[in-house]
């Protein structure tokens, strides 16, 4: 398993039943939440990983940074989604080498939007967090 998807997965734990969104915590879904079970929901997305520098020829080591991407849905109101991302922000921002498998991680933005589709108003907040860590090649 490569370090990115680790790092995806250690999130999921970590989250999972531990905001008021409970069980509904996603890896990557290309089709999005289903708005009638899945909502509040939760998806994190490690789809972003690129190179600072080669740390070392044999075995090959490389210094990434990953773009972790963790998207909050909700139906109601900002205040909505506005706690479970501050749910979210207290459980991942102490912990900064996610349980060993970084060497740190760092907030860059939080960005809240809503959307009227028919009757409901619906609130997504979109996490970003770059996460440093070494990947070792043999």
Not at 39 to 58: C, H, N, R
Not at 109 to 138: P, R
């Amino acid at each position: 398993m490569h370090q990115r998807t680790a790092i995806r997965d250690y999130v999921v734990a970590l989250l999972m039943g531990n905001t008021s969104v409970g069980s509904n915590v996603f890896p990557t879904l290309v089709d999005g939440l289903d708005e009638d079970t899945q909502i509040p929901g939760i998806i994190v997305k490690a789809s972003e990983d690129t190179k600072k520098q080669k740390l070392g020829d044999e075995p090959v080591q490389y210094q990434r940074t990953l773009l972790l991407k963790i998207e909050v849905s909700t139906a109601g109101d900002e205040a909505a989604v506005n706690v479970i991302c501050d749910e979210v922000e207290n459980i991942l921002l102490p912990d900064i080498r996610l349980g060993g498998l970084a060497t740190s991680s760092e907030l860059v933005k939080t960005v809240l939007e809503g959307d009227g589709k028919g009757n409901k108003v619906y609130w997504d907040g979109m996490i970003l967090i770059d996460v440093d860590y070494v990947s070792t090649h043999e």
